[in-house]
Every structure is written in C-alpha cells, then in structure tokens.
C-alpha cells in the first residue's frame, strides 16, 4: 500500500483526467482527505474544458471506486466528520455519480449520524449536494434533509412558565403607607385620634413619649 505522503504527492501532481484515472488503482489506500482531494479534482478534471466530451468509461469507474472507498471508511472510521463530508458530498453532487445503494446507504447513513456537527454553511452545501446528486428521493436521503432542515430552522422561543414566580416581599425597610411620619418603620404609629391629647400615649414598657412634638400632628 501506498502512504499517505505519498498519495498527497501523486494526487497533487495530476494535471490531467488521465493521471488522475491512473490513481484508481491506490484509491483502496486512501484516506477521508485523499477521497475528499480525489473528488475536488476530479470534478474539474473530468469536466470540460479540461475533460471535452464530459466522463468516459474510465472517469465514471474512477469516481465509483472513490464513491466506495468513502463508503468503507464512513463504515469503519470515526474520521468521516462533519466537515470532511460536507466537502465529499458537494463533489459528489458536483459529478453527479450516483453509486450503488449500499454505498450510498453507507455515505448518507453517515451523514445522517454527522448533523449535529453541520453548521448553517455545511448544512446548506449539503442539502444542495444531496438534491444535485440525485439522492434526494433515497430513504437516506430524505432523512438526511430533513434532519438538516430541521437544524437550520431558528429556536422556538422559550415557553412562559405556567406559574409566575410570586412577586418578592417589600425590603423589611420600606416606608409602609400607614405610617404618617417621615422614618417609615422607625416611628411607631400614633396611638390615638389626632384630636386627642398627646397625654394619651400609652404606657408600653421602655417607651417614652417625645419632649418634644413640633412636627406631629396636633
């Protein structure tokens, strides 16, 4: 097998749909980055102007093979992230290749685990993707765009509580209306009828009556 080094070199270097074909043979090597690359230059290599006539025999098999490729690694590897599939998908879409249905069942089934990790961005190239590749109508498919749909669509906004919360007790310190004088709490409420005299202050223990009332109702 071929190493990773190694296939980023050969991937690289491809100037034509010819060299990227001839890599067909190492895409059983390939990891989630190299298909991703594979796919991205592929649907512009094999596509006109540099690919006249669109895919041949020899493009389409390219394309499959990295299809099924994918599809393993999305079985067996955790490294098929958000990410990485939006990018594979968009290519996917791009070419229009649509693969077997086991190995789209593996790429959407994927995808489909992925939608937490899609952002707004991913999300809408994969809703494009799906639809271009003509996946859209597959089980997989459906379930894959309505579960990005769903993400997309703002919060609801939070429920009022069914029970309000009691308003708070006044401050202990809060001038009650019933208290004639300036000081709220701090003055005792007149005992008595304003007409009456201020003799008439009970005698509650430790209380004295004021020397002085300037200022107290008469």
């Not at 990410?83 to 070419?95: I, N, Q």
């Amino acid at each position: 097998g071929m190493d990773g080094g190694q296939l980023t070199g050969l991937l690289s270097k491809s100037k034509s749909a010819a060299d990227l074909c001839r890599l067909g043979v190492h895409v059983k090597d390939m990891t989630v980055v190299h298909l991703t690359d594979a796919l991205r230059m592929a649907d512009y290599l094999f596509k006109p102007p540099c690919l006249v006539g669109g895919m041949g025999e020899k493009e389409l098999k390219f394309v499959s093979l990295v299809l099924a490729r994918a599809a393993a690694v999305a079985r067996q590897s955790l490294d098929f992230d958000a990410r990485h599939m939006a990018h594979f998908l968009k290519f996917a879409g791009s070419l229009g290749v649509l693969p077997s249905q086991d190995v789209l069942t593996s790429l959407l089934g994927r995808a489909v685990h992925l939608t937490s990790g899609f952002g707004p961005t991913e999300a809408s190239i994969v809703i494009k993707a799906v639809a271009d590749w003509g996946a859209g109508t597959t089980t997989h498919g459906t379930a894959l765009v309505h579960a990005l749909h769903t993400r997309l669509q703002p919060a609801p906004p939070p429920k009022p509580a069914s029970n309000p919360p009691p308003n708070p007790p006044p401050p202990s310190n809060a001038r009650m209306p019933w208290y004639p004088f300036p000081g709220g709490n701090q003055t005792p409420a007149w005992p008595f009828h304003p007409q009456t005299q201020a003799s008439s202050y009970p005698a509650w223990p430790g209380y004295h009556a004021p020397h002085n009332h300037r200022g107290y109702p008469p």
